[in-house]
């Protein structure tokens, strides 16, 4: 814990944010993040689980790209989040909270901007997770960044050459 000797707005805005704290299924972890802002450089965004009998905690991801981190709902310690990724990409990543030294893995990659993402387990024992994105017309996920921009140029095969000829009012000067 950072104390500092002068209370400051610079001290206020550079405080971590720590988020709500979503417990387990059997309420040994507490999964929540932390945000801080550092002037002049940026935020740093990390996901967090905190071991309640301890008060230990481990960092599951530093990623600023990351958001909408929930237990799988599946009676172990599972972590599901959305991550941002290149060209409106989103990639669902899961984590094991019993050890997060390892490396969380992409479970789906979703070809637009989603968020809002909802997971219930179901009675056969199976998981549904839910999101929110843009669709098209036809109904498809709808991702702006990997949609063609239209061209204004022509292209012509023969020349079109264009005479327009002037009425007869006007004259042409010669300037010497």
Known sequence: MLIAPKFTPE????APRRGAAIPNYNGTLALYTVSTHTIGKGTLKEVRVMNIE???????????EVREANWLGDNSNTIIYLKSAEKGVTLVMVAN??????EAYIVEEIPAPVSQLKVKELEDGSIAFAIV??????????NE????????????????????????????????
Request: hydrophobic share 35%; proline share 3%.
């Open 11 to 14: 001290v206020l805005i550079e």
């Open 54 to 64: 301890t008060g230990d905690s481990a960092q599951i991801s530093d990623s600023s």
């Open 97 to 102: 909270a019993d050890d997060p030294s390892k």
């Open 133 to 142: 994105g843009l669709v098209d017309s036809d109904g498809n996920l709808f």
């Open 145 to 176: 960044k990997t949609v063609e921009t239209k061209s204004t140029v022509r292209v012509y095969d023969t020349y079109q050459a264009r005479f327009v000829s002037l009425p007869s009012a006007i004259v042409l000067h010669s300037f010497l």
